[in-house]
């Protein structure tokens, strides 16, 4: 009968008497049993659902159980509408460009320029007046500063004349 | 000692330590950090290991000093875990009032364990909970072993008697 073992196992318990294996035996009794036990078989029963209750308590997962997170490689793969910053900044280049590249062209075929290079009088003869009127022009006004140029010439004689340096 | 047999010899025991640290300071997270400190502590005495002729004891004791450092170290306050003494598992009953009776069974046996002397406290756990043998207990404690054996007996006796109040009168 499994009562009058379990009886016998209980009296060496408490006399510590007991191997692990009958300890182990009489929580594991104790944990399965079903319905009404005998009365003096009850008074252990609480004990013995404890120790067998504190078997279930398991470590929660410590940091150092998962691996690292450099050892495990997780490809992030995210759908091409989620990068839409990188593609509008290559849009916004590649537009910068366009537009620099067809400013520097207009400004380089501006006609405003090309006036410079090109000629204004069909007639020789008239040409030739202008240029020398224009000479005339010219002419006439450097020979006003040359003598502001000649005045000032005097000026400079005569003060080293006075200062001594010529004698 | 490599990490292979750091793996094989002494992780399967870490959830052992666990429960035993959690007994100690009734509490999960403290339990968690003790179990750390203690793996660390014993990678760190990896050379020791092949003089010794029983790990687990070793880790045991390593892993009790730690915790009754602990405890000094900031006047620790140990709570009796009522949430936890709730958890247990009760498959055959049928309804929330025997489940209640029962929580409260295990927590008023919880309450009397815990109310044993710290000494008698360890070595009725360390034997009936974590099933060590007498010279294991002996190790981990730094005792004799016929010390651990009237210490047990006197732990038994006294949680006897404190069954038989609760079963009789109903008091703890």
């Known amino acids: 009968m499994e009562y009058s073992k379990i009886r016998e196992l209980l009296d060496k318990y408490w006399e510590c008497e007991t191997s692990l294996a009958e300890e182990a035996h009489l929580r594991d009794f104790y944990a ?8 003096d078989l009850r008074e252990a029963a609480p004990l013995f659902q404890y120790y067998h209750a504190a078997e279930a308590d398991t470590m929660p997962e410590l940091f150092t159980d998962g691996p690292a997170p450099w050892e495990t490689a997780t490809v992030i793969v995210r759908p091409f509408w989620h990068s839409w910053m990188k593609y509008a900044a290559v849009l916004l280049m590649a537009a910068g460009l366009g537009y620099s590249v067809f400013s520097f062209q207009q400004r380089r075929d501006d006609p405003q320029d090309t006036y410079a290079f090109r000629d204004t009088y069909s007639d020789p003869k008239l040409a030739y007046q202008e240029t020398q ?4 022009i010219l002419s006439k006004n450097l020979n006003k500063g040359k003598e502001q140029m000649e005045k000032l010439s005097y000026f400079h004689d005569a003060t080293e004349m006075i200062q001594g340096k010529n004698n | 000692m490599s990490s292979e047999v ?23 997270e403290d339990a968690k950090d003790i179990i750390q400190d203690a793996l660390v502590k014993v990678w760190h005495n990896k050379e020791k290991m092949g003089e010794l002729q029983n790990l687990e004891a070793w880790c045991m004791r390593i892993t009790r000093n730690l915790a009754l450092d602990k405890i000094k170290s900031r006047k620790y306050r140990m709570t009796d875990d009522l949430d936890r003494a709730q958890e247990v598992p009760a498959t055959h009953q049928q309804n929330p009032h025997q489940t209640a009776e029962q929580s409260d069974l295990m927590r008023r046996v919880h309450g009397l364990i815990n109310k044993l002397p710290e000494k008698f406290r360890t070595i009725l756990q360390l034997r009936d909970m974590d099933g060590l ?6 190790e981990v404690l730094e005792i004799e072993m016929s010390e651990v054996k009237i210490n047990l007996h006197r732990a038994r006796k006294q949680v006897r008697e404190q069954l038989q109040n609760l079963h009789v009168y109903g008091i703890q």
Request: net charge positive.
């Open chain 2, 6 to 28: 750091f793996i094989a010899q002494i992780m399967p025991i870490k959830q052992k330590l666990y429960r035993f640290a959690l007994r100690l300071l009734g509490n999960e």
């Open chain 2, 133 to 138: 043998s007498y010279q294991e207990i002996a």
């Open chain 1, 133 to 136: 009127r224009a000479l005339q």
């Open chain 1, 32 to 39: 399965h049993h079903h319905g009404e036990l005998p009365p």
